[in-house]
């Protein structure tokens, strides 16, 4: 039987218009621009506004990266939306983006890695793929991290933006697109960086709130030194397992938490600038959707092309931390555009059959019970 690969055929993003500057932050805590940019190499950050959700943007990136694969939502498979600012604890994110995008012969699940999440997210969704059992994935990266931060926290506060991510996985026979991965987890770290309360271990409470444990927690000095470790050690397995050298990658993406961990990692594996992606001086942390968004500002910028070998590469909450290399594709050639706007026509019509079909049900039900 001929191998199965899983090409990256589809990319898209979306970020809150709103955009918070160090400026603004000078208002709300005791910081500098020149402190946030020296520290961080961050400018500016774009925040949800009322009414914008995880979910809502995670819509918006999952329909683009439909549009640029030309993928018709029914066609899709499975769902994985990584994030760590669910919609609710359940249902799950993915399931709202299901409904919302038409796709109605998929599967979908959330995925919690922290920062790290879109890659275990593209790991999960080629590794199905390439086993035969599904043909399409989107995989989406999606954060509202202003909802948890504590905004008068300067630790924590001036570090974090909204946004989402998303990557149309692809069936083919043709060599290329998800070459390898490494995914690597250490739990002995996992008070490094959490939000304590809103879990089962501790519910909400007004303690909680009062303490302030339904917001980030982080040991920044920490979280930096192991993030230094591991970026570049990742990389270096990752490619090697896709046996290629560091000379034969075109791009490294790395997640976007800070400047200084990237040009640590750049100057470990002895890379210039031109090779490394970064956005974070715009969309400061996304945490797992700033892979997928430094991704397609690298393609708007004209930076990656298909044949190109990437290295996405990040570290997180759990910790986590991880890699994966591949190959770029673009979409699959194709002869009829899909009309996106029908099917999001089509997919309120839907739900909209679905919910009268339940409450049918409801009322047979009922009756029968009533004999
Ligand atoms: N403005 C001004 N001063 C500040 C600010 C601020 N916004 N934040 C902290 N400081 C102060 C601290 O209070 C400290 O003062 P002190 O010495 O009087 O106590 C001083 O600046 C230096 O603090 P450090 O923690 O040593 O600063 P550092 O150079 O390490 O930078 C930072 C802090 C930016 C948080 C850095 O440690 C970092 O980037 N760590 C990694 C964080 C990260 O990547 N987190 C995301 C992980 S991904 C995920 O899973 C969500």
């Not at 805590?29 to 009414?51: F, L, P, Q």
């Not at 991965?181 to 271990?201: C, E, Q, T």
Request: glycine residues 8%; proline residues 4%.
């Amino acid at each position: 039987m001929a191998e199965t690969y899983a090409h990256i055929t589809g990319w898209g993003m979306a970020v809150p218009e709103r955009i918070l500057t160090n400026a603004e932050l000078t208002q709300m805590v005791d910081t500098s621009d020149e402190w946030i940019r020296s520290r961080t190499g961050i400018g500016t950050r774009h925040i949800a506004e009322n009414g914008q959700t995880t979910a809502s943007l995670a819509t918006e990136a999952a329909i683009n990266a439909l549009r640029v694969a030309n993928l018709s939502p029914p066609d899709v498979d499975m769902i994985i939306v990584s994030t760590s600012t669910p919609e609710h604890i359940f249902p799950a994110t993915a399931c709202l983006v299901q409904e919302r995008i038409g796709a109605v012969n998929a599967g979908a699940f959330d995925l919690l890695a922290a920062c790290t999440g879109f890659i275990y997210a593209v790991n999960m969704g080629a590794q199905a793929i390439r086993s035969g059992s599904i043909q399409n994935a989107v995989v989406i990266g999606a954060e509202t991290l202003s909802r948890i931060v504590n905004w008068e926290d300067r630790n924590t506060c001036v570090l974090f933006g909204d946004g989402a991510g998303a990557f149309v996985l692809q069936a083919s026979d043709q060599p290329g697109g998800v070459l390898s991965a490494v995914l690597r987890s250490d739990g002995s770290g996992s008070g490094l960086l959490s939000v304590p309360a809103g879990g089962s271990a501790h519910p909400i409470d007004e303690q909680a709130i009062a303490d302030k444990q339904h917001y980030i927690q982080m040991n920044g000095r920490e979280v930096f030194r192991f993030a230094t470790r591991v970026m570049a050690s990742a990389t270096r397995e990752a490619v090697e397992k896709a046996n290629l050298l560091i000379d034969d990658i075109q791009l490294i993406i790395p997640h976007q938490a800070n400047q200084r961990i990237i040009d640590s990692a750049a100057k470990q594996l002895k890379l210039p600038p031109e090779r490394i992606v970064t956005t974070v001086e715009d969309y400061g942390n996304t945490s797992t959707a700033s892979i997928p968004i430094a991704t397609c500002e690298a393609i708007a910028d004209g930076r990656l092309q298909p044949g190109d070998n990437i290295v996405l590469v990040g570290f997180g909450a759990g910790l986590t931390w991880g890699a994966a290399v591949a190959e770029w594709s673009g979409p699959f050639p194709y002869e009829r555009k899909v009309r996106f706007s029908l099917y999001r026509l089509l997919s309120r019509i839907w739900s909209f059959l679905q919910r009268i079909r339940r409450r049918f049900e409801g009322i047979i039900w009922d009756t029968e019970d009533d004999k």
